[in-house]
C-alpha cells in the first residue's frame, strides 16, 4: 500500500512542487520540479492585469499536471502568511490561492502547515539565533558585513531543515532546488513525527477495500 504526497511551495516567480511516496518500501522522493514565470518583456506593453494572469495560468498549468499521473491521495502546502510588502503579498497570494483553487477541483484533500510546524512535525533542531543588524550610525561596510552574517545564518538554518528533511526520505536531494526541497519538507511534515488523520484515512479506506 502506497500513499502519494504532493508537497506545494507556493509562489509568484517560482513554485517548488514535490512528490514524496510512503510505502512498503518506506518514504521516497519520487519527483520534483520547480514552475518558474517571467516578466512580460515590456516591448509587448501588456497591461499588468494580463502579465499576472499569464504567471497564473502557467502555475495553474503543471499543478493540474502533477495532481493527474500519478494522482496524489493529498496534497500539503506551506501556510499563506502576511508579508510587510503590500505588493510581495499580492503576488504570493496569487500563486497560493492558484495551487488550491487546482486541488480543490482535483478534489485532492489539502493540509497546510506553518514553518514552523514544517520545523517541529521533522525534528528539526533549534535554529541558529540570527545575529544582530548594523547598529545605528555603522559605516557601509560593517551594514555589508552585518547582513552577509545574517544570511549565512539563514542559509545555514535552510541547510538544517533539508539535511534532518533528507534523513527521512531517500531520494536526489542534493538535485533539488531551495524550492523544491521546501515542497518536500512541507510533504513529508505530513508524515512525521506520526502521520496526520487524512493520511490515516486514506491507508484505511485502502485496507478495507
Not at 500519478?70 to 502546502?77: E, G, M, T
Not at 521546501?182 to 512525521?192: E, G, H, I, M, T
Not at 493520511?199 to 479506506?205: D, F, K, L, S
Request: hydrophobic fraction near 45%; include cysteine.
Amino acid at each position: 500500500m502506497t500513499v502519494r504526497i504532493l508537497g506545494i511551495d507556493t509562489g509568484y516567480t517560482a513554485t517548488g512542487l514535490a512528490l514524496v511516496e510512503h510505502g512498503p518500501v518506506g518514504v521516497r522522493l519520487v519527483r520534483w520540479m520547480t514552475v518558474k514565470t517571467a516578466p512580460t518583456p515590456k516591448k509587448r506593453r501588456l497591461l499588468v492585469v494580463d502579465d499576472h494572469l499569464r504567471r497564473i495560468r502557467e502555475i495553474r498549468r503543471h499543478v493540474i499536471a502533477a495532481l493527474v499521473d500519478p494522482r496524489p491521495d493529498i496534497a500539503v502546502l506551506e501556510a499563506f502568511s502576511q508579508h510587510q510588502n503590500a505588493a510581495s503579498a499580492a503576488r504570493q497570494a496569487f500563486g497560493y490561492a492558484t495551487a488550491v483553487v487546482c486541488c480543490e477541483d482535483g478534489v485532492i484533500p489539502i493540509v497546510q502547515w506553518t514553518p514552523q510546524e514544517i520545523h517541529r512535525r521533522l525534528g528539526v533542531p533549534k535554529p541558529i539565533p540570527l545575529p544582530k543588524a548594523a547598529p545605528k550610525g555603522a559605516s557601509r561596510e560593517e551594514k555589508r558585513a552585518a547582513e552577509r552574517a545574517r544570511e549565512e545564518a539563514r542559509e545555514a538554518n535552510k541547510r538544517r531543515v533539508w539535511e534532518t528533511a533528507a534523513g527521512r526520505c531517500s531520494g536526489e536531494w542534493g538535485a533539488l532546488t531551495e524550492h523544491e526541497a521546501d515542497a518536500a519538507c512541507a510533504a513529508l511534515a505530513a508524515l512525521f513525527p506520526e502521520p496526520v488523520d487524512v493520511v490515516r484515512a486514506v491507508q484505511a479506506g485502502r485496507a478495507a477495500s
